[in-house]
């Protein structure tokens, strides 16, 4: 069987133990379900009023706040298994494939309200031009709104890559000489006493290993965090530039965004996994 079917195996969602990501993950999940419905009920039953628009930035902020749940749970669980949270096993092999730094791109925020602003304006185009009532969805940004996005857009870019240069600068580190040297000597233990060029203690060695190690595993936590960081500022900062029904809009869509890719990813793998264990 091949090096990937074999990841694919491994890659399924664990069952939800108490105190673990991964449950959490799941409970977290099913959290997002029920705010997806109970967003896209909201949406049908706007009515334009004082009411309700207060009942919606109600709906928003208890979203946003069950997204500041998921970033904290992660934030601890990452001090614990930083190698863990940047490559889950509860997450699809599609989703890595898509993933940076340990979740989603922040500027796929930007993709996303722009994707579904172009679908709902080509939906209500017909009534624009007859000059009908304002949509107030999010076919309706208004001149002010787009310059603030394509503002946001260009800080959050230039954010994400400057992350994106942290981590690379740091994933070469695994080559620089403490790790080279270290490879050596542990590879130098391997071989027959008579055989080897080095005389030193290997519980030595196994501490001088476990520490270097220990140093990346901090700065691989550091960039997650900024990653997570930059990924909550930018989804809380798009929703202040929204009214409360857009903002219901984008949260709706990037819900069920998550949702089904994750659903997708796990399809493809649980079938993948089938195949190459009948083989």
Same mark, same amino acid.
């Given at each position: 069987m091949s090096t990937s079917s074999n990841r694919v195996s491994d890659r399924h969602v664990p069952e939800t133990v108490p105190g673990s990501f991964a449950g959490f993950f799941e409970t977290w999940l099913h959290e997002q379900g029920r705010d997806l419905e109970? /967003?896209?009920?909201?949406? *049908?039953?706007?009515?334009?009023?004082?009411? =309700?628009?207060?009942? %919606? $930035? &109600?709906?928003?902020g208890r979203v946003i706040a069950h997204y500041e749940k998921y970033y904290r749970v992660k934030s601890d669980s990452a001090e614990h298994d930083v190698l863990g949270m940047l490559n889950p096993a509860w997450r699809s092999n599609l989703e890595d494939a898509f993933f940076w730094v340990g979740g989603w791109r922040p500027?796929?925020?930007?993709?996303?309200?722009?994707?579904?602003?172009?679908?709902?304006?080509?939906?209500?185009?017909?009534?624009? /031009?007859?000059?009908?009532? *304002?949509?107030?969805?999010?076919?309706?940004? =208004?001149?002010?709104? %787009? $310059? &603030?996005?394509?503002?946001?857009?260009?800080?959050?870019?230039?954010?994400?890559?400057?992350?994106?240069?942290?981590?690379?600068?740091?994933?070469?580190t695994v080559a620089d000489s403490s790790m080279v040297q270290l490879s050596h000597i542990a590879t130098e233990l391997t071989r027959d006493d008579q055989r080897s060029s080095v005389s030193v203690d290997p519980q030595s060695v196994n501490e001088q290993v476990e520490s270097t190690i220990e140093s990346k595993e901090e700065k691989l936590k550091e960039i997650l965090r900024k990653a997570d960081d930059l990924r909550m500022r930018t989804l809380k900062k798009v929703v202040q530039i929204l009214s409360p029904i857009q903002a219901v809009h984008f949260l709706t869509a990037a819900a069920q965004l998550h949702l089904r890719v994750h659903e997708w990813g796990m399809n493809k793998d649980r079938c993948c996994h089938a195949v190459a264990y009948s083989q």
């Open positions: 109970a /967003m896209k009920d909201a949406a *049908r039953a706007h009515a334009k009023t004082a009411e =309700s628009t207060r009942s %919606l $930035s &109600k709906l928003v500027s796929t925020a930007f993709h996303l309200l722009y994707s579904v602003s172009g679908s709902q304006f080509e939906d209500h185009f017909s009534t624009l /031009m007859m000059s009908g009532p *304002r949509t107030g969805d999010l076919g309706d940004l =208004s001149p002010s709104q %787009l $310059s &603030k996005v394509n503002d946001l857009q260009q800080e959050t870019v230039k954010e994400e890559r400057e992350l994106t240069e942290l981590m690379a600068s740091h994933q070469e």
